[in-house]
């Protein structure tokens, strides 16, 4: 079966890290360029960053209000994805999803069911 | 950044058609998408490229795109199509690249 599954969420204090990791099944995950994508509570949808496959260079991107505190890595080996998550502010509270990206149109083709975190004292 | 806008909620009668706009400058020149996200759920692919169905979409869903204005349909709304959607567009000159519309709640009455 196609999934993806996160984990690691939870409630981190504001300038705390947090690790969420996402475990793919059922594609041939480093072949798959990969995103994460977060909501906030109530609110709509907000790409957080991206990350090519190895063959396409391995680059990320991030959306200006988490560059330079998250980090999305991979491992290949694990089909796992990554994101770290440093200097959290209380507007990174969401729900974080992991996402497939169609490379060619850069749509997102597969979701995982979220992780929440809450950044709160 | 690019923006897009899209009417907070749209209401529709079942047997009904719903249409949801996406407005952006220029979004006829982009390749639009569609996802429908369901209370409590991740959202779900249901238009990809401005009009193409993935595979165990209904053909009730359609979507076009020209000028300033992108649009999804459901034909022959049914109750279990109430839910949120999103467009979406890539820009490589936007920060960010990946950029998501205001969202639409679909309500079936």
């Known amino acids: 079966e196609v999934q993806l599954v996160e984990s690691g969420g939870g409630l981190v204090k504001p300038g705390g890290s947090l690790r969420l990791s996402c475990a793919a099944s059922?594609?041939?995950?480093?072949?798959?360029?990969m995103s994460w994508v977060r909501q906030a509570p109530g609110k709509g949808l907000e790409w957080v960053g991206r990350?090519?496959?190895?063959?396409?260079?391995?680059?990320?991107d991030y959306a200006a209000p988490v560059k330079g505190r998250f980090t999305i890595s991979r491992d290949d080996s694990k089909n796992t994805l990554y994101l770290q998550m440093n200097s959290l502010k209380t507007e990174d509270t969401a729900v974080y999803y992991c996402?497939?990206?169609?490379?060619?149109?850069?749509?997102?083709?597969?979701w995982g069911r979220g992780t929440l975190v809450t950044v709160s004292s | 950044s690019y923006v897009l806008t899209q009417p907070p909620s749209v209401s529709v009668a079942p047997g009904k058609t719903a249409r949801i706009t996406c407005g952006g400058n220029?979004?006829?020149?982009?390749?639009v998408h569609w996802y429908q996200q369901k209370p409590g759920q991740a959202p779900v692919l249901v238009i990809y490229?401005?009009?193409d169905r993935p595979s165990g979409i209904p053909e009730r869903f359609s979507g076009s795109n020209s000028g300033n204005t992108a649009t999804l349909t459901i034909s022959r709304v049914e109750a279990g199509d109430e839910a949120d959607y999103y467009c979406?567009?890539?820009?490589?000159?936007?920060?960010?690249?990946?950029?998501f519309g205001t969202g639409t709640k679909v309500t079936v009455l």
């Open positions: 220029n979004i006829g020149s982009k390749s």
């Open positions: 490229y401005d009009s």
């Open positions: 990350i090519k496959s190895k063959t396409d260079g391995g680059t990320t």
């Open positions: 996402t497939t990206v169609v490379p060619l149109l850069r749509y997102f083709d597969l």
């Open positions: 059922g594609f041939t995950f480093s072949n798959a360029w």
């Open positions: 979406q567009v890539w820009d490589s000159s936007s920060d960010p690249f990946y950029v």
